[in-house]
């Protein structure tokens, strides 16, 4: 197929999840990206395991396909120049330097667009680039509490959870890469780069959503309801005899479908059930109601029946099942690569399709400087100054 962003290149300056996820995804969209780390171990989540598959974390292989890799120490004056004669043949350049660090000021927006006025950079941070908290480092789950995630995650009476994936880094992943994209359509037209930027903190503000607008209109902090959903019921993880599953009621017609199918009919015209709204106001009683019934027969008994009466059920089902299952395998998103070090590796590909046609998953996630010789090389670099680069003592700054 012919891939979207075949001819951009970009350079991947950022490590850990956010950037990398971004920067994977512009590759399976058919981006060059090159990778720049650290010599000394390079992108952290290498090591973050166990699991470990081959010389790298699985942490690190899911997050880096379809890139080169090459190592150059960012701090000395030789891994600058290397990175500016890189950023100069480049459209789009990410990072998520940590506010007020050398690195920052090094690569800071008002220096690269002087130097590089055609690159699209992306910043992301923990926090944005204003306010007290601007300079804050932060992990995922730090900007989950700080954000308020945590506070609507888990059950009524039990501790705040974070979400189970890295869902603040991914958030702000997928909106910088929205960003990218559209600065680089608007620069097809006039011909200059943007300086893009995004942070976990925003990006899951604007994931709120239905939760932030409830508390707009009524200035009520909104409490943690576990699996249950603030607006609409049952709607929610329940209790069968063998264990849990799904029932995602969305309309009134879905409710009496369900109360027919469990043997109640007249809950439908019960006023304290037969509306959304009325549900939503009496919903205790209504999942007590709900769980006496649910209890006496097994999560594959009531998907079946449910189901065949119209309603929204699916069993709660676990990562081996998922990857495993006839859907998984029917949409073809788990795809093979060849990596140098561990052979076939698996890997979800890009939940994207194009006229019907996933993108390929083109390389595995590199080694460590897998590509540094191949890619200074083509940056007019002879052998000797790649020798240097690659194994001359670090310098300071």
């Known amino acids: 197929m012919s891939e979207p962003l075949a001819g951009i290149r970009v350079v991947d300056l950022s490590k850990i999840l956010a950037g990398p996820y971004a920067t994977m995804t512009l590759a399976d969209l058919g981006a060059d990206v090159i990778k720049v780390e650290h010599p000394e171990g390079g992108d952290p989540t290498r090591g973050w395991g166990p699991p470990f598959n081959g010389p790298d974390a699985t942490y690190y292989l899911a997050a880096n396909r379809s890139k080169r890799s090459v190592t150059l120490d960012l701090k000395s004056p030789h891994g600058q120049e ?18 007020g660090s050398s690195l920052a000021r090094a690569f800071a927006y008002d220096r690269l667009r002087s130097r590089h006025p055609h690159l ?17 480092p932060g992990y995922d789950m730090v900007a989950q509490a700080a954000a308020g995630l945590m506070s ?8 705040p959870v974070r979400a189970g ?38 990006s899951l503000l604007a994931l709120h959503i239905n939760w932030a607008t409830a508390y707009f ?48 009919p007249h809950w439908a015209d019960d006023p304290r059930f037969a509306t959304n709204s ?25 998907c079946k029946l449910l189901r065949t009466a119209g309603v929204p059920v699916t069993a709660i089902r676990a990562l081996d099942e998922v990857l495993t299952s006839e859907q998984t395998e029917a949409l073809g998103i788990v795809r093979t690569v060849e990596h140098p070090a561990v052979g076939p590796l698996q890997q979800i590909a890009c939940p994207v399709s194009f006229d019907g046609v996933r993108p390929p998953v083109r390389a595995a996630p ?21 020798k240097r680069l690659l194994s001359g003592p670090p310098e300071a700054e």
């Open 82 to 99: 290397a990175a500016h004669r890189l950023l100069a043949t480049a459209d789009v350049m990410v990072e998520n330097f940590r506010p």
């Open 120 to 136: 699209v950079v992306l910043h992301i941070s923990a926090f944005g680039d204003h306010g007290p908290l601007r300079d804050e």
């Open 152 to 159: 609507l995650t888990g059950e009524p009476e039990g501790a």
């Open 165 to 202: 994936s890295a869902i603040g880094d991914l958030a702000a992943s997928l909106f910088g890469t929205i960003g990218v994209v559209a600065a680089l359509l608007e620069r097809a037209t006039t011909g200059r780069g943007r300086y893009v930027s995004t942070s976990l903190y925003e």
């Open 217 to 264: 209109a009524t200035g009520e902090r909104p409490e943690r309801l576990g699996s249950a959903h603030p607006s609409l019921t049952p709607y929610q993880a329940c209790r069968a005899a063998d264990g849990y599953f799904v029932i995602a009621v969305g309309n009134d017609v879905q409710f009496r479908h369900l109360a027919t199918a469990l043997g109640h």
């Open 278 to 302: 009325a549900r939503v106001t009496h919903r205790r009683l209504l999942e007590a109601h709900l769980h006496r019934v649910l209890v006496r027969h097994t999560v594959e008994h009531w």
């Open 366 to 386: 590199p080694t460590l400087g897998q590509h540094s010789h191949h890619v200074l090389a083509e940056l007019g670099y002879d052998e000797a100054d790649v």
